[in-house]
């Protein structure tokens, strides 16, 4: 007999530790602004003050890891290249008892985050089956669990399709952490 994996979903992930310091640095500095800051969440974020290369200059090394990864990540798909339209990067700091619910990012194509600070008890990062009746009948323990859990590290890098949904979970510790998600949109 032979199988087939239909409908896979490309998800990458890469260690970029050398970039932890630099970004960490700028991510406290936007944090710390009451100005940037998105009020509508339960956490602390930048969402609606994102930022790229063009409007920080010190995301350049940054942007350049997520412009290489979005280019691998369509040539492995077999897509042809596009250029980048836009990317939006934004910082989030999530505490003891918060959390952010199961979401995807609607108007992107790419999308991913980067883990700069991950003090232990600080929430997995879950991604949730796509197919709608992955739940039908519970194997229990075998490949498909209907959720892909990622425990997040400092300098984790992920890469994955914007209508992938994934939630955060709540965190039970005191340390904040913070990482930079970020979307990708392509000219087309």
């Known amino acids: 007999m032979y199988f087939s994996e239909l409908f896979p979903t490309l998800v990458g992930h890469s260690d970029q530790s050398n970039l932890v310091n630099e ?3 700028l991510a406290k500095e936007y944090l710390s602004d009451d100005n940037k800051i998105f009020k509508d969440w339960a956490y602390r974020t930048t969402y609606s003050y994102p930022a790229n290369d063009l409007v920080d200059p010190r995301l350049k090394n940054f942007c350049d890891v ?4 979005c280019s691998e990540w369509l040539d492995l798909n077999k897509f042809p290249p596009h250029p980048i339209k836009n990317i939006n990067i934004f910082f989030n700091e999530i505490k003891e008892n918060q959390c952010h619910p199961r979401h995807s990012h609607p108007n992107c194509h790419l999308s991913g985050v980067f883990y700069l600070s991950t003090p232990e008890g600080s929430g997995d990062f879950c991604f949730i089956d796509p197919k709608p009746s992955f739940n039908v009948l519970d194997l229990s323990g075998g490949k498909y669990l209907g959720r892909f859990r990622i425990k997040p590290s400092v300098g984790l890098f992920t890469l994955f399709p ?16 913070i990482s930079a998600p970020f979307n990708v949109v392509f000219d087309l």
């Open 23 to 25: 970004t960490l640095e």
């Open 66 to 69: 997520i412009r290489n990864s």
């Open 162 to 177: 914007s209508w992938l949904e994934h939630e955060v979970e709540h965190s039970s510790c005191n340390e904040p952490r």
